[in-house]
């Protein structure tokens, strides 16, 4: 099976014996292999955009994030920074949900920019501070499950891992 979850799967309790996540766990006894790297970008709509005021800056934006359980999330830290947090007009823990949101017209979101672009999104034109790095999709498994050893990612299906999921073979 294959489960997508936004919870993180603990392998040493063999909840799951391969993950594909963007986040490093803070114990176990886990070998991890980055897969890649990708960059985040601010995006919305082509409707939503050609609505924006010439002057608008980030806070006049509205915003498609992630529930308040993600505080510490960066691209919520990153809301935060900006002062755009009371300017949310929509929460998901999904980036499908998300990215569904965008076409609908409930503002902007941040999202990894080949994502955005394969969709067909467009990049919000509104000078702004960096943008959270994200982190590299990583493959981690317990050294303890010798089986686990042998599954080749590269023999799979390519699966689209964004910043807030976990992809577990269990």
């Not at 970008?41 to 006049?60: H, K, M």
């Not at 007009?89 to 994502?115: E, H, M, Y």
């Not at 790095?133 to 686990?148: C, I, K, S, Y």
């Amino acid at each position: 099976d294959i489960r997508e979850s936004t919870a993180l799967a603990d392998l040493d309790r063999q909840e799951a014996d391969l993950a594909i996540r963007t986040v490093r766990p803070t114990r176990g006894d886990l070998v991890f292999q980055r897969l890649s790297t990708a960059a985040m970008g601010l995006y919305a709509s082509r409707e939503y955009i050609e609505r924006l005021a010439d002057d608008a800056t980030l806070p006049d934006l509205d915003y498609i994030a992630w529930p308040e359980s993600f505080a510490e999330f960066a691209p919520m830290r990153w809301l935060e920074d900006q002062g755009c947090l009371s300017r949310i007009t929509a929460r998901s823990n999904g980036i499908l949900t998300q990215r569904a949101a965008v076409p609908a017209g409930f503002g902007a979101l941040l999202i990894d920019s080949q994502l955005a672009e394969f969709v067909g999104l467009e990049r919000v034109p509104i000078p702004h501070p960096p943008l959270p790095e994200r982190r590299g999709v990583q493959r981690m498994r317990n050294q303890r499950h010798a089986e686990t050893r042998r599954f080749d990612i590269h023999q799979r299906k390519a699966y689209a891992v964004d910043s807030d999921r976990t992809l577990a073979h269990h």
